[in-house]
């Protein structure tokens, strides 16, 4: 018996640590990555030597996308994949909580600048009404 407990138990956790991971956020990062990419003409998870994959590259850019919280990931992806590809490095801050989120955006723009990264951020509201948002 006491192992029937421990099994529902496990089973329970296991499954509302999965339910909260799928709560984190609105949309999946695929899917801003799509609209975004199809918006400005770029390629979708081009495929490098490495095996790596850059989120999307445009004819001037190599792209990195990510969720605000995950700004500075996105930093050295998309230096990397700027190098390797010859493009200008970009990144998209994801932003689905922009009162939260907006310290991420704002710890960016010095490194962005710096670093001579261009940086957008993408909206919830921009899978459906697509529009570009500089961050400087």
């Not at 339910?19 to 990555?33: I, R, S, V």
Request: charged content about 20%; some cysteine; proline content about 3%.
């Amino acid at each position: 018996m006491n192992t029937l407990i421990k099994f529902f138990l496990f089973i329970l956790i296991l499954f509302s640590s999965f339910n909260n991971t799928l709560a984190a956020y609105l949309h999946k990062e695929a899917e801003y990555q799509a609209k975004w990419c199809q918006e400005m003409n770029g390629t979708k998870e081009y495929k490098l030597e490495d095996k790596t994959r850059v989120d999307c590259l445009t004819q001037t850019h190599a792209i990195e996308f990510d969720f605000a919280k995950k700004v500075y990931e996105s930093i050295g992806q998309a230096l990397y994949y700027g190098i390797m590809t010859n493009r200008k490095p970009g990144i998209v801050l994801i932003v689905e909580n922009p009162l939260n989120d907006i310290k991420y955006i704002n710890r960016m723009k010095p490194v962005a600048k710096s670093n001579n990264i261009d940086c957008w951020v993408m909206y919830v509201e921009d899978l459906n009404n697509f529009q570009i948002h500089p961050l400087y």
